[in-house]
T-cell receptor, first 114, second 113 residues
Framework: GIQVEQSPPDLILQEGANSTLRCNFSDSVNNLQWFHQNPWGQLINLFYIPSGTKQNGRLSATTVATERYSLLYISSSQTTDSGVYFCAVSPANAGGTSYGKLTFGQGTILTVHP | NAGVMQNPRHLVRRRGQEARLRCSPMKGHSHVYWYRQLPEEGLKFMVYLQKENIIDESGMPKERFSAEFPKEGPSILRIQQVVRGDSAAYFC???????????FGPGTRLLVL
């Protein structure tokens, strides 16, 4: 099946710093989503971005589908940004039954200190 | 528009009991997915359902686990004869027929004593 690798595994920042999280995937995708799992365990949908660039406030994401990677940018980080960031993908060449199945990376644990 | 609803949010069971986890998808969403997050691990796909049909259950353990999404009512993930290794967070997600984006519920934390 498709492989998803995220880097770095851990990231510690001071409030106000910027960061870039990376997601590499091993095959063409028709779905790529970024999630934030907050310290209470809730999964927050950040972006649906199988290709291109999107921005939402201090967050932005870019997926270069031809090179099989996606980047999540966090600017002016805040303590509330702490948590685990997951990238999840669905392969584009899967059969019909695998269409909806998301494969998650292992996540990047972000800690933002005040 | 309410988000994906899951209940209970926390569930404690003793070994050998049954656990029933419920998921109500967002309004207008006919696709439901279940994922499991074991302690210190990422999320793993379990099953993908549409109304009254199981589309992909390749991630479901072969024994003790079952899922349904009836014509009326929530989707149910059922775990029979629970064991300590079933302790995990179980997340449900839903999507509308025409879109790929999956929206996740708050999860059910299952603890097996």
């Amino acid at each position: 099946g498709i492989q998803v690798e995220q880097s770095p595994p851990d990231l510690i920042l001071q409030e106000g710093a910027n960061s870039t999280l990376r997601c590499n995937f091993s095959d063409s995708v028709n779905n790529l989503q970024w999630f934030h799992q907050n310290p209470w365990g809730q999964l927050i949908n950040l972006f649906y971005i199988p290709s291109g660039t999107k921005q939402n406030g201090r967050l932005s994401a870019t997926t270069v589908a031809t090179e099989r990677y996606s980047l999540l940018y966090i600017s002016s980080s805040q303590t509330t940004d702490s948590g685990v960031y997951f990238c999840a993908v669905s392969p584009a060449n899967a059969g019909g039954t695998s269409y909806g199945k998301l494969t998650f990376g292992q996540g990047t644990i972000l800690t933002v200190h005040p | 528009n309410a988000g994906v609803m899951q209940n209970p949010r926390h569930l404690v069971r003793r070994r050998g009991q049954e656990a029933r986890l419920r998921c109500s998808p967002m309004k207008g969403h006919s696709h439901v997915y279940w994922y499991r997050q074991l302690p210190e691990e990422g999320l793993k796909f379990m099953v993908y359902l549409q109304k009254e049909n199981i589309i992909d259950e390749s991630g479901m353990p072969k024994e003790r686990f079952s899922a349904e999404f009836p014509k009326e009512g929530p989707s149910i993930l059922r775990i029979q004869q629970v064991v300590r290794g079933d302790s995990a967070a179980y997340f449900c997600a839903s999507s509308p027929p025409s879109q790929k984006t999956q929206y996740f519920g708050p999860g059910t934390r299952l603890l097996v004593l």
